[in-house]
């Protein structure tokens, strides 16, 4: 076990490393200059490179990514150009809104997508089978911003339940939090709980076809415990796969939920920062969002050598 996540620590090293390199190379020959954004069309050129020299603008592309990556790695992402402000305390300040919306649907997605996977696989071809699968090709093809829309319509605007947007703080309490995310974090569960759903479904029915599972039912197993005690673990492969992207997803690409929403998060902050010109926003925000996938994989690939010992005996 040991060798098999040394290996994959150094895979998750290398990815960080050519991760860093495309973000800010690709970021970096956008066009536009922040300063002339900044000062705005009519600004003098003099002023303009004395932006540019107090921003690090003027140094060479090399020399401001090995700055910037040395800064990463000391938790320091430089200073908005905009706000001048630290982004890390930006990315704080959002973060502490996408992560728990990002927890709190992939928790809905789960609640939701196992017992569906699970009933559907074990009444195969039946009604129960074939309705969770009509309802979850449904909830694949409708797009998240119109669940959305539909949420707020139905629960902020006709029954008055939850705030049609914006986010409170967590200083006036847990529950007002956890209340002003709970229709964005169902705007996200569903789509990919449909998926989720589907997944467990198909995994499920390919293992009840192997031969170690003919086997159980030849001993006197039923359908149900050679489902619960056997199949179950072993079809967690794939689906493990799936969460892992899924939360990645969730917590990386909800931005447009976060404009349907109002909410202060990381997707709103790149889609402002993008908008600005704020680069070193851009490029810290995204460096970290990619980080966190990747870690979340590197989890993923530890939680299938607990699954699947085979995969230690490989490494």
């Known amino acids: ?38 000062l705005g069309i009519n600004a003098q050129e003099d002023t303009l490179n004395a932006l540019r020299e107090e921003l690090g603008l003027n140094q060479s592309k090399f020399e401001r990514y090995v700055s910037w990556s040395k800064g990463m790695l000391l938790g320091d992402f430089g200073t908005s150009y905009t706000y001048r402000t630290p982004v890390a305390q930006m990315v704080a300040d959002r973060l502490w809104v996408s992560l728990p919306l990002a927890l709190y649907a992939l928790a809905l997605s789960t609640i939701i997508a196992f017992p569906a996977g699970i009933y559907a696989a074990s009444r195969r071809g039946g009604a129960g089978d074939v309705s969770i699968m009509g ?3 449904l909830g694949v093809a409708i797009p998240n911003f119109w669940f959305a829309m539909m949420l707020v319509l139905v629960f902020a605007i006709n029954l008055r339940w939850f705030s049609a ?14 209340k002003a995310l709970t229709l964005p974090a169902i705007a996200l569960a569903l789509p990919q709980a449909a998926i989720l759903a589907r997944v ?68 709103r902050l790149v889609f402002q920062s993008i908008s600005q010109r704020d680069l070193i926003v851009v490029e810290s925000v995204v460096m970290l969002l990619v980080f966190a996938v990747i870690v979340v994989n590197f989890i993923v690939d530890l939680a299938y050598a607990w699954v699947d010992p085979r995969l230690r005996s490989r490494s």
């Open 1 to 38: 076990m040991l060798r098999y996540s040394l290996k994959r620590l150094l895979s998750l090293v290398i990815s960080l490393i050519i991760a860093s390199l495309v973000i800010f190379l690709v970021i970096e020959v956008a066009p536009g200059d922040p300063a002339s954004f900044m």
């Open 135 to 137: 309802a979850t090709q």
């Open 165 to 178: 947007g914006g986010f409170p703080g967590w200083e006036e309490g847990f529950f007002n939090g956890i």
């Open 200 to 267: 467990m479904r198909s995994s499920l029915l390919d293992i009840l076809n192997e031969d170690f599972i003919r086997t159980a039912r030849a001993k006197g197993l039923s359908r149900r415990q050679a489902l619960w005690r056997h199949a179950l673990r072993n079809a967690l492969i794939p689906v493990l796969t799936i969460i892992g992207l899924q939360f990645s997803f969730l917590l990386a690409g909800s931005i447009i939920i976060e404009q349907v929403f109002y909410l202060p998060g990381l997707g």
